[in-house]
Every structure is written in C-alpha cells, then in structure tokens.
C-alpha cells in the first residue's frame, strides 16, 4: 500500500506530480476557457463578491496564503486570510458580498468547520477547497472545488498542499476570467503554464539527492530559519512546520523584508538559514531584495541554503549550498519550492530515527477544537 517506499509521507511526497496534474484536470473547456461545475454559485453572486477571506489552519493556512497573492494579482479583489479558530472568535467583517473560502485537507477540521458555519450566519457566500469527498465542511459550504490529490496518510500534509494551492490558483484565474479584469485573457496561458507543473515537479523529485545528504548532516541541528518574500513567504512558514512537525526541531519561518526589524538579531555563526529566490524575472525587483537579504545574513555567519531556480547564478556568492528548482513562472514558483523542503523533513525525521508517519501528539484530522 506505500507502492514500494518506507513511509507514506515519502510516497505521498512522489505523487505529487499526480496530484496537481489530477486536479487541473476538466478545468477548460474545448476553447480553453474555464469551467467549475462544482462551483454551485451564480455567476452573479461571484461578480459581486467584493473581498475574500480564506479560512483554515495549519499547512492549509499557508495554502491560503499563496492564494491570497494568486488571486489579489489576477483577479484583483481583496483577499484576507485568517487562521479560523481566529476568525471564529473575533467579530471579522463579512457580509453577503464576501466569499468565504475554506481550505481543508480532510474536510473535519473542527476550527474550519466551526468558521465556515460562522460566516453562513453572517451571510457570506462560502466555497470549500477540500480533498475528501462527502466531508463535513464540503456539507456545510454552499459550493466545493475538490482537490484530487487521492487519501493522504501520513500525518503531515504534503500533496494535499500542493493541490490546495493548484486549487485556490483555479479559483483565482476562474475569478479574474468571470470578471473581465486585466487577466481574464492572461487565465488561459497560466492554465497552460499550470499544465506544465506536474513535469517540473517530477524533475525536481529526481534532483532531491543532495537534499537528504545535507538532512543526514544536519540531524543535530537545533534550530533551523526559513526566509521567503511574496509567495515564498507562505514556502519558507511550511518548510519550518514540516521540520517541527517532522524533526522536533525548532523552526521558524519570516518574511525576508522583515529580518531587520528584529529576527537578524538570531542570526550567528553556523545558523542554517534556507531562503527562497523568486525567479529573476518577478516584479518589483524582488530576486534582488531576496539576493541581498541572502547576504547581508552571510555577512553575520548564516549557513545559506538557498532555493533558487535553474540558471539564476547570482546566489551563488552568497550561497553555501545552492539547490536547484526549474524555472518557472515567479506565481507557480510555491509548487516546486516546497519539494525539497518536505524532503529534508522527511530524511532530518528518519535520520534521528523518528515516526515520520505519525509524529509525537499529532493526529491527521483535528475534529476537536
Ligand atoms: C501539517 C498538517 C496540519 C493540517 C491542519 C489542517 O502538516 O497536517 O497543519 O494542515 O490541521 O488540516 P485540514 O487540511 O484537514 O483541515
């Protein structure tokens, strides 16, 4: 049943090319636009909508995040995302013309299914982004967008993430396409880039070599940071759930603008630091920012493990190792950055001799608040 690998987590991490490729899959039609059946909500309710909020928790949360710049950039509507125990308990501001989307893996999370309930009485429109067929949450929403990443095992998410965030990308481009903005032209060739991720992704898993050396390096490590910008952000906050999950190791997870306003101060010598490169071609000069965060922290003594894509040389000054990913479109980059870092998860968890399947005082579906 874990088709040939020791964990489920490490079969569960190699079917992710299937994963993606299974839930773009009868998202166009013959014309190549796009269509969700599933999405049961009038064309005019979604024209409407005026803000999102994305509510979820854990791996799904960050999920939620990278739909958050997905679908600001293409379907320019506001989208906040928040944590949904928080959500629940605080008084958010949400009313017929937001569309609530939640995000759940096992479609029982309690918090998630308690937010969702919440936001029906404030009369949002809510759509759950969920891989279990017949779940609770999928119940309880008035629309669904299935992922089709199959049942996932192993405690910790891994190609449910991916299809989460393939997912809240469809929903995005199927937004922008609905409402005519600057993008609803673009949403067909993202859709074709999208259809290129699961051969990426499947590259990348033969490259992973290197990876599970530096794990098996690495297994007394005590602390262990991670640094993105944009939708690298989102990246570097589950490459450090992972590891704590995984390894029991303490991990953190900023945005890279931030370290100076304080987390540098963590930074001494021999401090593993991974950071992630946005592709050279992203705006706002970003892969600049992200090169220069990579060395001022180099500069302080940081071991720079840095995730950046082929052909982008200018980390290497600063890198002391340099993995690898295929290039590929700055938005999509999340698909293919978070693969080596499940991998060291994974091989850091197995190298200490842990249950990488079921960790320490975790259960794969929270059904208590
Ligand atoms: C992390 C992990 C958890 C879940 C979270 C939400 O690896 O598995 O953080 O992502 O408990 O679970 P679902 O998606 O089932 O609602």
């Excluded at 759940?104 to 969920?130: F, Y």
């Excluded at 870092?341 to 929270?366: C, E, H, I, W, Y």
Aim: aromatic content about 6%; charged content about 25%.
């Amino acid at each position: 049943e874990r088709g040939g690998y020791a964990t489920f987590m490490e079969k569960e991490i190699n079917d992710q090319p299937h994963a993606v490729a299974d839930t773009l899959l009868g998202r166009t039609d013959e014309s190549g636009a796009l269509v969700l059946d599933e999405v049961r909500i009038s064309e005019e309710q979604l024209r409407a909508v005026d803000k999102i909020t994305v509510v979820a928790c854990g791996t799904a949360a960050y999920a939620g995040m990278v739909a958050k710049y997905a679908i600001e950039h293409w379907a320019r509507i506001p989208v906040e995302v928040a944590l949904a125990h928080e959500f629940r308990y605080a008084d958010p501001v949400v009313d017929e013309r937001t569309l609530v989307v939640s995000i759940s893996q096992s479609g029982e999370t309690m918090d998630t299914l308690m937010a969702v309930k919440h936001a029906r009485e404030l009369g949002a429109v809510t759509v759950s982004i969920c891989n279990t067929h017949g779940s609770t949450i999928p119940r309880e929403s008035d629309a669904v967008l299935y992922t089709h990443a199959g049942p996932e095992i192993a405690v910790a998410s891994t190609k449910a993430f991916l299809a989460q965030i393939t997912a809240a990308y469809i929903l995005g481009l199927y937004l922008a396409q609905l409402r005519g903005g600057s993008y609803a032209e673009d949403a067909q060739a993202v859709m074709r880039d999208l259809a290129d991720m699961p051969a990426k992704i499947q590259d990348l898993l033969g490259r992973m070599d290197r990876v599970k050396e530096m794990a098996e390096f690495m297994a007394d490590t005590r602390s262990v940071l991670f640094l993105g910008r944009n939708v690298g952000y989102p990246v570097a906050m589950e490459g450090a759930l992972k590891l704590k999950e995984l390894a029991y190791i303490h991990a953190e997870g900023f945005a890279a603008g931030e370290l100076k306003h304080g987390p540098i101060a963590l930074i001494d010598a021999g401090q593993p630091v991974f950071v992630i490169v946005p592709s050279p071609d992203t705006p706002h000069d970003l892969h600049k920012k992200v090169v220069s965060n990579i060395q001022e922290i180099r500069a302080r003594g940081a071991r720079t493990l840095v995730i950046a894509h082929d052909g982008d040389e200018d980390v290497e000054p600063f890198a002391s190792e340099v993995i690898r990913i295929p290039a590929c479109p700055p938005m999509l980059a999340p698909l293919l950055a978070i693969v080596p870092l499940q991998v060291f998860a994974l091989q850091l968890s197995t190298a200490k001799g842990l249950d990488v399947d079921q960790p320490r005082n975790l259960a794969k579906s929270v059904t208590v608040e």
